[in-house]
C-alpha cells in the first residue's frame, strides 16, 4: 500500500545546511509536500514539487524530487535555531488522501 | 483571519466517556479533515468531508464519527473514549480537489483517555 518514511531525528549545527529525506511508495503521486509543525502548532506548508519536476528552490529551501528512487529531500542552507521543528514528507495520492511520513524531528544546536 | 480554529485544546477523559471535538474555518473551503498524531506515525486520516453534506472514512475510522454541520464546521465525536484513543487531534481544510491539494491545520487538540 501508500507509505512514506522518513528518519525520526536529525541534528545539525547553527549555519550549516540540513537535509532530511523521505521516500514513498506510490508512483503515482502527483505532488510531494513539506509540511513544518512547531512544538504545540499544527502543520503549516513549506512547500510542495509536481512530480513532473526535479528541483524547486525557495529562498534557503531546496526540494530535490528523484522520482525513479521515489526520493524526496528538503534542503535548508544556513540553518537557524528557529528552524528546529518536525518536518513531515507527504505525498497527494489523488482525491481527497494525502499520506504523510512520521516526521524528522530537527534538532539545531548553536 | 483566524483559519482553522478547533476547541478544546486539551481534553482528559475517562474510558467510556464521549465528547465531541469541534472545528470551524473562515476560508470559505469545501473540504475539511480530520487527522490523528502519534508518536513515530504520523498523521492519519480519520474521517473526511468533501464538500457539505458529504462525510467519508479515511485510514482509521474505528470508534469515530463526524457531521459536518455547515460549509463551516466539521465535528469528530467519540461515543465511548479508549485509552488506544489517547493522541493529539488535527482538523485540517482546503479548497477542495485542485491542482495542489494544500491543507491549513488547526493547532491540535490533545485527548488523553484514562
Known amino acids: 500500500g501508500e507509505d512514506v518514511e522518513q528518519s525520526l531525528f536529525l541534528s545539525v549545527r547553527e549555519g550549516d545546511s540540513s537535509v532530511i529525506n523521505c521516500t514513498y511508495t506510490d508512483s503515482s503521486s502527483t505532488y510531494l509536500y513539506w509540511y513544518k509543525q512547531e512544538p504545540g502548532a499544527g502543520l503549516q506548508l513549506l512547500t510542495y514539487i509536481f512530480s513532473n519536476m526535479d528541483m524547486k528552490q525557495d529562498q534557503r529551501l531546496t526540494v530535490l524530487l528523484n522520482k525513479k528512487d521515489k526520493h524526496l529531500s528538503l534542503r535548508i542552507a544556513d540553518t537557524q535555531t528557529g528552524d528546529s521543528a518536525i518536518y513531515f514528507c507527504a505525498e497527494d495520492t489523488g482525491g481527497f488522501k494525502t499520506i504523510f511520513g512520521a516526521g524528522t524531528r530537527l534538532f539545531v544546536k548553536a | 483571519n483566524a483559519g482553522v480554529t478547533q476547541t478544546p485544546k486539551f481534553q482528559v477523559l475517562k474510558t467510556g466517556q464521549s465528547m465531541t471535538l469541534q472545528c470551524a474555518q473562515d476560508?470559505?473551503?469545501?473540504?475539511m479533515y480530520w487527522y490523528r498524531q502519534d508518536p513515530g506515525m504520523g498523521l492519519r486520516l480519520i474521517y473526511y468531508s468533501a464538500s457539505e453534506g458529504t462525510t467519508d472514512k479515511g485510514e482509521v475510522p474505528n470508534g469515530y464519527n463526524v457531521s459536518r454541520l455547515n460549509k463551516r464546521e466539521f465535528s469528530l465525536r467519540l461515543e465511548s473514549a479508549a485509552p488506544s484513543q489517547t493522541s493529539v487531534y488535527f482538523c485540517a481544510s482546503n479548497p477542495g480537489p485542485q491542482l495542489a491539494n494544500v491543507l491549513t491545520f488547526g493547532a491540535g487538540s490533545r485527548l488523553t483517555v484514562l
Open positions: 476560508m470559505n473551503h469545501n473540504s
